[in-house]
């Protein structure tokens, strides 16, 4: 993996050294950013789960050597994701496309507009959720080789129906930021906060009548920061609370798709039949929360 992932930076012409972190290979770029690099090879969930523990140490040494917390490419992303992965990452360092939040406009998705670019452009592809929005551009932006015309979907995010959930002796109005993704290679400044504004004025504002109640709190939003890719800080900059970190998660890799799937919703005959299968153990996430 380190190899490939070492090819592909010489290619885009990014400097960079490979060093022992812990007992892992990482990449360090000139840009700053680290990048480790995660074969699969765990031929059960015991195994995977030790890796995983592993390459936690290996990024707390990274970490205490100034680093930063590095972006982590796990082998089926590397296969399976393709053009994806790669623009994601030379985005990353640094190699995108600059659009402005305030040079586009929020609508209204419909529900196979939001999967198709869900599926395309998030790790994770689609999810089930209540409500859809994109960001589209105003007007054309050129930037290095790529052109991108007026109307162009930069980004999209989803999320869930309100919640009635009580705290404190408090109703809140509860909702999940399910997804968020943009074209790979082109940085939105300002495209969550912006489409958290339209959601906030839209949608929320519907709740409005029910704040009269006396037990009444008011509303939040929830989310999670992938730790495979970053640590976060978009959320704090938009007021969100860290209220700290989920479990990982335990899937099955198909060795030949590079398709993953979470060992919990396995049915029970794929989970009789793993014979070949390689397993995976992620990072977890931190969750956020926006309460107002």
Request: aromatic share 10%.
């Amino acid at each position: 993996m380190a190899g490939k992932i070492a090819g592909f930076l010489d290619d885009a012409e990014i400097k960079f050294s490979v060093r022992e972190e812990g007992a892992l290979p990482a990449i360090h770029t000139d840009t700053g950013l680290c990048i480790m690099p995660l074969a699969i090879t765990a031929r059960s969930p015991e195994e995977a789960h030790e890796f995983r523990i592993l390459a936690e140490n290996a990024i707390a040494e990274s970490e205490g050597k100034d680093n930063g917390r590095p972006v982590i490419i796990a082998e089926d992303r590397w296969k399976s994701e393709g053009d994806c992965i790669r623009r994601r990452l030379l985005a990353h360092l640094g190699i995108f496309t600059h659009v402005f939040a305030r040079n586009c406009e929020t609508r209204k998705l419909h529900k196979g507009e939001a999967a198709d670019f869900m599926n395309k452009w998030h790790s994770y592809g689609d999810a089930a959720c209540r409500y859809r929005l994109g960001l589209f551009l105003k007007k054309p932006v050129q930037g290095g080789n790529m052109e991108l015309p007026a109307g162009e979907m930069v980004a999209a995010a989803t999320f869930s129906n309100g919640r009635l959930m009580e705290r404190g002796g408090k109703y809140y109005r509860s909702y999940q930021w399910i997804r968020y993704a943009s074209l790979p290679d082109v940085r939105v400044t300002g495209g969550m906060g912006k489409i958290m504004k339209h959601f906030l004025d839209e949608v929320i504002a519907a709740d409005r009548a029910d704040r009269s109640a006396g037990r009444f709190g008011g509303w939040d939003i929830m989310s999670y920061a992938d730790l495979e890719w970053s640590g976060g800080n978009v959320y704090r900059r938009l007021g969100f609370a860290d209220e700290g970190l989920k479990s990982p998660v335990m899937y099955r890799v198909d060795p030949i798709a590079w398709t993953r799937k979470p060992v919990s919703r396995l049915a029970d005959d794929e989970t009789r039949n793993c014979d070949g299968s390689l397993f995976y153990e992620n990072f977890g996430s931190r969750k956020y929360r926006l309460v107002h």
